[in-house]
């Protein structure tokens, strides 16, 4: 085990009445663990648990996507799937978008084309788009904004986020250097 | 297809960026501290009611439970009540009644964030209900119950009376007029609903008696002061840390009681505490915006020359007036609704009121209610438009304050800096292809049944910001300057201090960009500090368009004057008068020449290294190469702008798409074109958000109906169309480098401009008005003759 929930401790604890379940991810490609309650939910065991504080939480409805991560590279938005549901599971976050040679892509665009302001939903934004691209490698501009309409942004109208993923599909199509 | 200019202004790639899109953002929340515990706040489930009692045993006896906090505890010690920025006070939990539902009732400090929530369970709350007063319109009845029964002698729901204007010659007007249009306005309450909920981050230290609080505040140093005189903890043992924030609005101007609870936790058990709003709490508590209902009245002649405007106002301003507005302005700005037109007169009066609804006011981009004011002129000068059949754009060129009219000082005394409002419209008519719209509409309505009801809309704002001049402004007491402090290392970079904080706006680059253009350095060799109490200079903070104004300002004066010691120093490095160099960028840095001879001089970082280094300075020099300033503007600036909404509405569904937005900004100067044009897509976004689905609703009880994401609906992707923008640019007479501030400037032009198309498009139907939200329902509505106000 590489990492013990702080805010659920494990079994060891004298809190003997809490269930706790062991989960086992591979996050970001590395095998990970934890002792958990079975409401924890997935957000927070990112956040909190593994560290990984690129997953922010806007909403607890499902509605705002910045906590959006990818469960077995389709997303998810992690305030609403239980911890205990991704075990042994793949689960992708910001945090292991980019490659050991630098930025993504996908994250070069956001920064090319302006893609963010306060830098709130550009995580989920960005893992939503990545499940889209590797569905669909070159979509239209309103399949982008579909793609990402269960991601909200308050500062950058969309626009440029749109541009962001145009930039990397084009990017990573090869089409354009 | 990147370029990023090597000094100075003009598009460059933000510096923030290369942690936001690796996720190494550094929000509140992100926080995590040894031996950290977790604040969940018990609210109110219930607008109006008295306490009978509180049962905290049960909570207290939760295993990881390490406070449970009560308002009596709280008053025990001084702190149940803290004041707000608007001089009013706010229960920073509930002693007597529960005044709005929401309201902070009690708090758990636990080991955990779940245990915490698990707690507020545990705590039992008995509630003698009361009538609530919901209906704005009733607040004033005399059987109305009374909400602010704390205040002692208080009998009624008043809050403030508040005028401006000659009602008199507004009256004489109005008498005289062969035209009046008259039309009850609502801007319903709406939320802004940043991305990142509030939060802090309290962590005192009995050792050192000081306080370490990190909290999403747009202004550290006000919160600083704040805290100091509400709490009694002395201001230099207080230490605000204002980190990365996801979005403010307005929304973190306030000083929230989640803010104080984590205050008290922290000294309470000696360990750090964190207090995470959830977005429900946010939705329901934290500050709102607009919420006015204003008869407004238009008065002009047959041949469209419009003569006055007058308005009265309802406000609502919840259970405590929360507004954080200039303390001379209690209705913020809102006196400069005359707009941008030319008028003989005019008037208005304010009534604002207690309800039992969340307290708040000014926050959502509105430029302290200038967002109302905009829309309450441009909606009335369009159904002026209407009833004269004039067309909108030709009758609001007529009325124009034309270009060699500024300085131009409005009949509510507001002096307008610069302006060249015809030109902007004809840039927006001329990207809209305004004429052929119009045609296409006439074709469409000609050819009748089954086509989409096409709206065309314009809107022409004008903005006052960067609040504010001392001699009329300030924050209980506290002036509203601004500081930098600017240091020059010996190798010729730079840090810059401000007191301004960014929530987006991107001041890591655009404040490195001003000094790099006063310098002669590139952008990546000034460092922005900001943020935090310790270590940058006193200022208000960021809201109301204000940090390119006035710290903006401030940076510039900082590194000139940096500049003019430099030439001291290099006039005795070449060993001539200072007057006999020349100062230029124009080698790829920044260097002092002999006049007529380039390349005879030395560098600014040389002249660094030896401001710091061995050798002599010239007589009455001092080592170093700093400056810091205080910056107190003369004078608001006064951005406008010139917007053009097309919608096509669906006969069928009521259903509004906005088709097309063109917006031509006009902000004076701009350092950073690609910043600039963000923020006007953000906030063009916040105004079809406002027109046509955001709504902070209540029943009849009290409930808020918006009080989560599912029932509070912003735009997505799918709402917004792709912005069209176009650029003016006539530059503020009173600020250094002719900069106006933006930020705010989308969100104020563009709901009257979606409200207008809409109108616009319903005009087959005989529709005059309907207020916003545009939902399909009410559009519905107003389509069957049963427009109705939202409340």
């Known amino acids: ?177 | 297809m990147t370029t990023t200019t090597p000094m100075g202004h003009g598009r460059m790639l933000r510096k923030e960026d290369r942690r936001f899109v690796r996720g190494r953002g550094r929000y509140v929340d992100d926080l995590q501290l040894p031996g950290m515990l977790h604040l969940a706040v018990l609210r109110s489930p219930v607008a109006h009611a008295r306490i009978v009692s509180i049962d905290t045993l049960a909570a207290e006896a939760h295993p990881k439970v390490k406070a449970v906090v009560t308002g009596a505890m709280l008053a025990e010690r001084g702190l149940a009540w803290m004041p707000t920025l608007s001089g009013d006070r706010q229960a920073v939990l509930a002693t007597d009644k529960v005044r709005f539902q929401g309201q902070e009732v009690a708090f758990v400090v636990a080991e955990d964030r779940y245990s915490a929530r698990d707690a507020l369970e545990l705590i039992d709350v008995e509630y003698d209900l009361l009538e609530p007063v919901v209906d704005v319109r009733r607040a004033l009845d005399p059987d109305a119950a009374l909400i602010r029964d704390d205040v002692p002698g208080k009998t009624d729901n008043h809050c403030f009376d508040w005028e401006t204007g000659d009602a008199a010659a507004a009256e004489a007007v109005f008498a005289r007029a062969e035209v009046v249009v008259r039309q009850e306005l609502v801007f319903p309450r709406v939320h802004p609903a940043p991305m990142e909920t509030c939060g802090a981050v309290a962590d005192y230290d009995r050792i050192e008696e000081k306080l370490t609080l990190w909290s999403t505040t747009q202004a550290p140093h006000a919160h600083r002061t704040l805290l100091s005189m509400f709490a009694g903890i002395p201001e230099h043992r207080i230490r605000v840390v204002s980190p990365d924030i996801g979005g403010g609005f307005g929304n973190k101007v306030p000083v929230y009681p989640g803010y104080v609870h984590a205050i008290v936790g922290s000294i309470m058990t000696g360990r750090p505490v964190k207090w995470t709003e959830d977005r429900t709490e946010n939705l329901v508590a934290s500050g709102f915006a607009r919420d006015y209902v204003m008869q407004g009245e238009i008065a002009a002649t047959r041949e469209g020359r419009i003569l006055a405007v007058r308005s009265h106002v309802l406000a609502d301003h919840g259970a405590f007036n929360g507004t954080a507005a200039p303390r001379k302005f209690p209705g913020g700005f809102f006196g400069v609704f005359t707009g941008s037109y030319d008028i003989e007169a005019a008037y208005c009066s304010m009534t604002a009121v207690h309800t039992n609804k969340a307290p708040g006011g000014v926050a959502y981009a509105c430029s302290f209610r200038i967002a109302e004011a905009v829309y309450l002129v441009e909606r009335l000068v369009d159904m002026l438009a209407a009833e004269l059949d004039r067309d909108p754009v030709s009758l609001r060129m007529q009325n124009f304050i034309r270009p060699d009219q500024f300085p131009y000082t409005s009949r509510t005394g507001w002096v307008y800096d610069s302006g060249d409002y015809p030109r902007a419209m004809e840039l927006a008519l001329q990207i809209a292809g305004y004429d052929e719209l119009r045609a296409e509409q006439a074709e469409r309505r000609a050819r009748g049944a089954g086509e989409p009801l096409m709206g065309i809309g314009v809107s022409f704002f004008t903005e006052a910001v960067g609040a504010g001049p001392r001699k009329d402004m300030d924050m209980l007491g506290l002036g509203m300057a601004d500081g930098c402090e600017l240091r020059v290392h010996p190798t010729g970079s730079a840090v810059v201090r401000i007191s301004v904080q960014t929530q987006g706006q991107g001041h890591e680059t655009t404040f490195a960009q001003l000094i790099a253009e006063e310098l002669g350095l590139h952008p990546d060799d000034v460092d922005v500090v900001h943020g935090d109490t310790d270590s940058t200079p006193y200022g208000l903070g960021t809201y109301g368009s204000r940090s390119t104004p006035v710290s903006g300002a401030a940076a510039v004066l900082a590194a000139r004057r940096v500049r003019d010691k430099a030439q001291l120093i290099a006039a005795g490095m070449l060993e001539v008068a200072p007057d006999d160099l020349e100062w230029s960028t124009a080698q790829g840095g920044g260097r002092f020449d002999v006049r007529g001879v380039p390349g005879s001089g030395v560098t600014i970082q040389e002249v660094a290294m030896r401001a710091h280094g061995a050798g002599d300075l010239p007589d009455g020099v001092e080592g170093g190469l700093d400056a810091q300033i205080s910056y107190n503007p003369d004078n608001l600036t006064y951005p406008f702008g010139a917007y053009i909404c097309v919608v096509d509405i669906d006969p069928g569904t009521a259903v509004v798409t906005v088709r097309r937005f063109i917006a031509v900004d006009d902000c004076g100067t701009r350092i950073n074109e690609m910043i600039v044009e963000g923020q006007i897509h953000g906030g063009l976004t916040d105004g079809i958000g406002m027109a046509l689905m955001e709504f902070i609703g209540f029943d009849e009880h009290g409930n808020c109906l918006g009080g989560s994401l599912m029932d509070y609906l912003i735009p997505t992707a799918l709402e917004v169309p792709d912005w069209e923008t176009g650029t003016t640019v006539t530059p503020a007479p009173d600020h250094p480098i002719g900069a106006k501030g933006v930020g705010e400037s989308a969100t104020v032009g563009s709901p009257p401009a979606v409200v207008n198309a809409v109108i616009d498009a319903l005009a087959p139907y005989g529709v005059r008005h309907a207020d916003m939200p545009l939902t399909p329902s009410r559009v519905w509505e107003a389509m069957q003759g049963r427009a109705a106000p939202p409340f």
Request: charged share 20%; glycine share 10%; net charge negative.
């Open chain 1, 1 to 177: 085990m590489t990492s013990l929930f702080e805010e659920v401790p494990a079994t060891a604890d004298a809190d003997a009445d809490v269930p706790v379940r062991r989960v086992t991810v591979t996050l970001n490609g590395e095998r990970r663990a934890a002792d958990v309650e079975p409401r924890l939910l997935l957000a927070h065991l990112l956040r909190q648990g593994f560290r990984l504080t690129g997953t922010h939480t806007g909403c607890d409805t499902t509605n705002c996507g910045a906590c959006t991560v990818l469960v077995d590279g389709l997303p998810v938005k992690s305030c609403t799937m239980l911890a205990v549901q991704a075990d042994g599971h793949d689960v992708t976050t910001v945090e292991g978008l980019a490659g050991p040679s630098g930025l993504h892509p996908l994250q070069e665009g956001f920064k090319d084309e302006h893609g963010l302001q306060c830098g709130f939903c550009t995580p989920g934004m960005m893992l939503a788009a990545k499940a889209l691209l590797e569905e669909n490698p070159d979509p239209t501009e309103d399949e982008v904004r579909f793609a990402l309409s269960g991601n909200l942004c308050r500062c950058t109208g969309y626009q440029n986020i749109v541009k962001a993923v145009l930039w990397a599909a084009k990017r990573m199509n090869g089409s354009e250097q």
